[in-house]
């Protein structure tokens, strides 16, 4: 067998297994290869060592502590009502609150006596306004049936444009509203707002 041969056919073994190893495999028609790759695994995970274990233990009690603290905070205010800042006295007032109180002196007993006195006139006073009132009205709608009746005896047409509602029982006219002149050298906003709401926490 000649050299040249045979180092021919090493080479097309060689040829051969390297692409045994590449796992290349071919359609029966043609030299085209379609080539997959080697299965790549993933790596193990590294050993955490006890310092990085420590950290993360020192980092879950600082979040569970933080969310005990959230808790605590919650549960101090589960009944405290958001404050409204119209009905808070200022600093100002609360620091003045000594200096602003006055002692009344007791009431003696003459006094007492007369403030009940008048309470008492009072609500006579509004009683018997009540009770006038009502008759009043009272009167008038009993005026104004006997008046209806008696209309419906003479003629019953005059009865029936008795009873329709009156339009104009209660006169109401309104107008407007009507157009202003323009501000001078006033700058139209462009819609961009700053909210300045404050947040209760």
Request: glycine residues 2%; positive net charge; charged residues 30%.
């Amino acid at each position: 067998m000649n050299l040249s041969v045979l180092s021919h056919r090493l080479s097309n073994v060689s040829l051969l297994s390297h692409k045994v190893l590449q796992r290349n495999f071919h359609t029966a028609n043609g030299p085209v290869f379609f080539q997959a790759t080697d299965p790549l695994w993933g790596s193990p995970l590294k050993k955490k060592s006890k310092a990085h274990l420590e950290l993360q233990k020192i980092r879950a009690e600082k979040k569970k502590k933080k969310l005990l603290k959230e808790i605590k905070k919650l549960e101090k205010n589960a009944g405290q009502l958001k404050p409204l800042e119209e009905a808070e006295p200022t600093m100002t007032l609360i620091s003045e609150t000594e200096l602003r109180k006055r002692e009344l002196p007791p009431l003696t007993r003459e006094q007492q006596d007369r403030r009940r006195q008048r309470e008492l006139e009072w609500c006579r006073h509004t009683q018997q306004r009540h009770a006038e009132e009502v008759q009043t009205v009272a009167a008038t709608l009993r005026a104004q049936q006997t008046a209806l009746r008696e209309l419906k005896k003479v003629s019953l047409e005059l009865w029936t444009e008795a009873v329709q509602p009156e339009p104009l029982g209660l006169p109401f006219s309104r107008r407007g509203p009507a157009l202003s002149l323009p501000i001078p050298q006033y700058a139209s906003p462009d819609g961009d707002y700053i909210d300045v709401s404050k947040v209760w926490k």
